[in-house]
């Protein structure tokens, strides 16, 4: 069975560009995570979705930010204007409809923002 | 969700047993402990959780204490791949399943 697939693994990006990272969750799963990790702290929940409804959308930083789950199976972030402080990694997870089940998670998406 | 505090780091001798404390004196009646790791490079890897009772999975055990306050996360036999930063989460029974992750401790294996 496939994992979750993040696409692309990395990407550098000039400030003001505008980049969209790609989330594909384990089929199955209804729930799908953001996260990420910029540099020098902690891993950070940013949004969740259940099938294509955002459930919690409350770490989103700003509305540089969009994320999108059309017909609840991959999803998108959408980063519009980068800017330097979006470096870091971001990573998608998903997780089983069952409230106790455990997250799977991609293996992330480096961004850099020059 | 209750907070977490675990050390930053801990060495542990290849083959040897790990055990990795954490202390979340705040923990309410309903919430889970969680455990997961994150080897270099890699995204984060669930590892094993419990409520209040011991749990063994193929990959660790965890044993948490009467009053759950504090748990250990125990590698029994730790291998240079077991090299990884482990988080200690707390979540609420039936949520949604957004975790919060801490800083964490960062487990070298030596040979």
Redesign the interface.
Known sequence: EAG?TQFPSHSVIEKGQTVTLRCDPISGHD?L?W?RRVMGK????LL?F?KESK??ESGMPNNRFLAERTGGTYSTLKVQPAELEDSGVY?C?S?QGS??????????TRLTVV | DAKTTQPPSMDCAEGRAANLPCNHSTISGNE?V?WYR?IH??????II?GLKNNETNEMASLIITEDRKSSTLILPHATLRDTAVYYCIVRV???????????GTQVVVTP
């Open positions: 979750v729930n995570y996260y902690e891993i950070k929940f969740h259940v459930q919690d990573f997870a997780r409230m106790n089940t455990e997250a799977f998670f991609g293996q992330g | 889970y969680y994150q490079s890699q995204g984060p890897q669930y959780h029974v039936y949520s949604w399943g957004k975790l919060q992750f801490g800083a």
